[in-house]
């Protein structure tokens, strides 16, 4: 009698042991707004089109300053603003140069920033982030699942309102530059 009583009270102890569950998460952020949103910074590679400006438009890779330089709008600040930022930097930085009026200029990131996976994959590592990626896609990347892979014991670190936080994933959850897939072990 004395031994079940012992062997219940370890359970109970081993149960509060457990730690308080991870919330999850579907989409805590909608992806088309966090795009929107996306803060340029060194390494980024960005689209810039200038209408009929066949000269003006490519590709440009934010320097590790924080800047691109283009033909007749010099150096323009990019790190730190978004998109729709730097599409009105480049409007200015070509008026002021006196060769356009009213340029109409878009912008397009091409590279965000990477995302990871780590844990039970066959190859964990940094790996280029395409926008409309799940945590499947991303596992899939990584080469699957390993034989010792918890399949339904998915973490995800993000970055939210300048903090890291951990959430359970499932595999449609959608992934965003920066973030980092755990899959963890399983224990037996």
């Known amino acids: ?12 102890m081993l149960a509060g042991c457990s730690g308080r569950p991870l919330p999850s998460v579907n989409a805590p952020d909608s992806v088309g707004d966090f795009i929107q949103r996306y803060q340029l ?18 590709e440009y890779l934010i320097d590790s300053a924080g800047n691109i330089n283009m033909p007749l709008a010099g150096t323009v600040r990019a790190a730190g603003g978004t998109a729709a930022a730097l599409t009105e930097k480049i409007q200015d930085a070509l008026i002021r140069s006196n060769y356009l ?3 109409k200029v878009t912008v397009e990131v091409q590279t965000y920033r990477p995302f990871y996976v780590l844990g039970e994959v066959k190859q964990p590592g940094e790996y280029t982030f395409t926008v409309g990626m799940s945590v499947l896609s991303a596992i899939a990347r990584a080469g699957g699942y390993d034989y010792r892979a918890r399949e339904e014991e998915v973490i995800l670190l993000r970055i939210v309102d300048g903090r890291e ?17 755990r899959v963890t072990e399983r224990h037996f």
């Open 101 to 103: 009026r009213d340029p």
């Open 1 to 12: 009698m004395r031994y079940f009583a012992t062997l219940a009270l370890m359970v109970l």
């Open 165 to 181: 936080q951990e959430f359970r994933a499932i595999e449609r959850t959608p992934i965003l530059p920066g973030d980092i897939i």
């Open 41 to 58: 910074e060194p390494g980024n590679r960005v689209r810039v089109v200038v209408f009929n400006e066949q000269n003006l438009s490519s």
